[in-house]
């Protein structure tokens, strides 16, 4: 594991540290990832594998994509990956996404969490966004021109403030209303 002392991050979760290593990020396998060796790698993929928390992942300042669906994470801090350009953080138990630091992000499929707030504000180059099955009220991509897939559908009514909903090639979203606009269900 890490060790701030040394000038390593700490990993807390064994979980997250083993399949680091199983993916092969130790490239000179003596058992800890050092910065060196977490600045090289750009992806990282992990799906259902029961991780809790993904404190660490701030060493991997040159990730651009990050997969960590279907596992057990209720806090996700990827305010040092701001090279990521897709992350995919579906089927958890986020209550919070802070992605106001990601400005290269133009993948984001947040569905399946426990978000009731999501600021996507300072993403101005997303062009997909998977934010379904949360907590969410309203919704702001005023801010995102490049938008193209907007799937927010899920229980409640979700205000949307887009300023051409007509210029989304694909929108999946079931009882929204546009804002300014009549409640319409697709």
């Known amino acids: ?57 701030e060493a991997f300042i040159n990730l651009d994509t990050l997969i960590c669906v279907e596992n057990m994470l209720t806090y996700l801090d990827v305010s040092m990956n701001t090279k990521l350009t897709s992350l995919y953080c579906w089927g958890n138990a986020l209550a919070s996404l802070d992605i106001s630091q990601n400005l290269a992000l133009k993948r984001l499929d947040c569905s399946s969490n426990r978000l009731s707030n999501l600021d996507v504000s300072n993403n101005t180059n997303l062009e997909l966004l998977y934010c379904y099955w949360n907590h969410l009220s ?49």
């Open 138 to 186: 309203s919704l702001d991509v005023t801010n995102n021109s490049n938008l193209e897939i907007l799937w927010c559908q899920g229980g409640k009514t979700v205000l949307v403030d887009h300023p051409k909903p007509e210029s989304l090639t694909t929108r999946q979203i079931i009882k929204y209303t546009f804002k300014g606009c009549d409640t319409k269900y697709y």
């Open 1 to 57: 594991m890490w060790m701030r002392i040394l000038g390593y991050y700490q990993i807390k979760d064994d979980k997250f540290f083993h399949k680091l290593i199983g993916q092969g990020v130790d490239t000179d396998n003596d058992g800890i990832i050092s910065p060196e060796e977490a600045e090289v790698v750009s992806y990282l993929f992990f799906k259902g594998d029961s991780i809790e928390d993904l404190t660490g992942i």
